[in-house]
């Protein structure tokens, strides 16, 4: 049997983290349930909001669920591998960075939310459950969900350095990602102009 070692292991197991995460379920999902193109309907991003938007509850449910999941699945192998928390948190960031930046998509992705939300119940889920719930709150609050998911990767470094420490520097990159990915809304929120649900 060939061993193979720790690195050579987490650049593979990051290749295919980056390869699951550039593949964008809400295009194949629209196609399924006969709806438009997310990236050319409403905010132009192919996420589980914009297919709430375009086609209702079903397809941005699958939407999500399958977002996540390329996630996690890269992580949840990375660790049954063996391969060190830090490698782990490589796997994950290169997943988020698939959706955002997608290999079979010229480049161009969704905000990551959803993917990182998947990795982080790899990685550290009670620290991720509890993000969710801020999330959870705050949409429930304000029903924006732009702000729901700006407020909640804000609070992930916090909640990380006091519930999982080793998963800081993860949260933290996840947080800077996604805001920047959120720049726009950003803006339409600061204007008033950021749709509700």
């Not at 999902?29 to 409403?42: H, I």
């Not at 998911?149 to 933290?172: H, K, N, Q, Y």
């Amino acid at each position: 049997m060939i061993a193979i070692n720790e690195p050579l292991l987490t650049t593979l197991f990051c290749a295919l983290a980056y390869l699951l995460g550039s593949v964008l379920f809400a295009v194949p999902v629209c196609q399924a349930w006969g709806l438009p193109d997310t990236r050319a309907q409403g905010s132009g991003n192919p996420g589980a909001t914009n297919v709430y938007r375009t086609g209702g509850w079903a397809p941005a449910l699958a939407t999500l669920v399958l977002d996540a999941a390329k996630g996690w699945l890269p992580v949840w192998l990375a660790h049954q591998a063996g391969l060190s928390l830090l490698a782990q948190a490589m796997v994950a960031l290169f997943a988020v960075t698939g959706h955002m930046i997608p290999l079979y998509f010229r480049f161009k992705g969704g905000k990551g939310v959803a993917t990182a939300l998947g990795s982080g119940l790899a990685l550290a889920p009670l620290t991720t459950l509890l993000i969710s719930a801020v999330w959870g709150v705050v949409m429930w609050r304000w029903r924006i969900s732009a702000l729901a998911s700006i407020v909640a990767v804000v609070c992930g470094p916090l909640v990380s350095a006091l519930i999982e420490p080793d998963t800081l520097p993860l949260f933290g990159l996840l947080a800077l990602l996604i805001v920047v990915r959120h720049r726009n809304n950003l803006i339409r929120l600061a204007q008033g102009r950021e749709s509700r649900f």
